[in-house]
């Protein structure tokens, strides 16, 4: 007996039931994130055009239910109704108690794993890297508060003004470290969540890089009309954004019809490090520039890591902190001519009710 839909639905795992003549009768919302469509369109059809494992003829779905023996497909690459090819591992399993009897598919995408996997470590990294900032922050600021104190009484011992320009020298100095500190360590204050449009963040973001090079770059938007307000701090979040945002500009410096495409998405059942999210919002940052060196690829999210000469090396450690602080995740695939950074954001902020 198949369990009910609201069940199903709450399932990380694809799930779709399949007509004895392989057509779609149910997919939950798992099944609908991996083949990238809405599950009321697909249902009538052919199970072969929605999602098709080319190294498994229909004929053998259809002797699984004629025999009533399930079966299980590892690292198969199969292709959904989007075009995508994606592996997976699925198992088929005959339904004979249903009048007429139905095949149960259950699918688990295999990226999904690797991809969970991959975020842990950059969790992890992000982590043990705050730790390491703050703890080395705690040990220079401390010393350079006694610099700063100890040039401040030396200044008012002196006699000439031009003894105690040296004195200023010192304490200009010290104050510009501490400000490099506490940009290390990223923002001061915890978000304060309000419901945010994410497009009125994406357009101020547009906004500043078109005033810093006014009509060298060709913004693209994709925009999701429908896309819901997400629980965010407006701006923290536009200058997670936007330090995103001009390390494409950047990029692009030496890039014939330079571009950014910014794109917004809604995601369901997608899992952040060990939380599963019911939705959440996906904003691509796209540009059409060389892309990463692989050598900094693994690095570019650490304080001081830059692939420019002039760059701080802050602005993506930075981004990394507060999408963090909301709870989300960045991701990137970067290739010469598109790289893409990912942002996801849950929906809801649980700590924020």
Not at 38 to 62: K, M, N, Q
Not at 259 to 283: C, K, N, Y
Request: aromatic share 4%; hydrophobic share 40%.
């Amino acid at each position: 007996m198949r369990p009910p839909d609201y069940i199903v639905d709450q399932q990380s795992t694809a799930v779709m039931a399949v007509s004895a003549d392989l057509h779609v009768l149910y997919m939950n919302q798992a099944a609908e994130a991996l083949v990238e469509s809405s599950g009321h369109r697909l249902v009538g059809e052919p199970l072969t055009r929605v999602f098709s494992d080319p190294a498994t003829p229909p004929s053998t779905f259809i002797e699984a239910l004629t025999v009533g023996q399930a079966f299980t497909k590892r690292g198969a690459s199969a292709r959904t109704i989007s075009g995508a090819i994606v592996s997976v591992d699925y198992t088929v399993t005959p339904m004979l108690d249903r009048s007429p009897p139905e095949l149960l598919l259950e699918i688990l995408p295999l990226d999904r794993l690797l991809r969970i996997n991959r975020d842990d470590h950059h969790v992890s990294v992000q982590e043990t890297t705050r730790k390491l900032v703050r703890g080395l922050a705690h040990e220079i600021k401390n010393p350079l508060g006694g610099i700063r104190g100890a040039a401040q009484l030396l200044a008012r011992e002196l006699q000439t003004e031009h003894q105690r320009d040296y004195t200023r020298i010192i304490i200009e100095e010290a104050d510009r470290l501490r400000n490099l500190v506490d940009r290390m360590l990223g923002p001061s204050q915890m978000p304060r969540f309000v419901p945010v449009n994410v497009h009125q963040a994406l357009e101020r973001v547009v906004q500043l890089l078109e005033a810093e090079a006014p009509g060298k770059i060709r913004f693209v938007r994709d925009y999701d009309p429908s896309l819901p307000e997400v629980e965010a701090d407006l701006e923290q979040l536009i200058q997670a954004l936007l330090n995103i945002a001009r390390n494409a500009q950047q990029a692009l410096e030496k890039t014939e019809s330079p571009q950014i495409r910014l794109t917004s998405r809604v995601i369901r059942q997608f899992t952040i490090g060990t939380m599963r999210h019911r939705l959440v919002v996906r904003i691509d940052i796209a540009d059409n520039g060389p892309g990463i060196p692989p050598e900094l690829f693994e690095r570019m999210y650490y304080p001081m890591i830059s692939g420019r000469a002039d760059g701080s090396g802050l602005g993506l450690s930075i981004a990394q902190s507060i999408v963090g602080q909301h709870g989300g995740l960045i991701e990137c695939e970067s290739k010469p001519g598109s790289t893409i950074f990912s942002i996801y954001l849950p929906l809801e902020q649980p700590h924020a009710k």
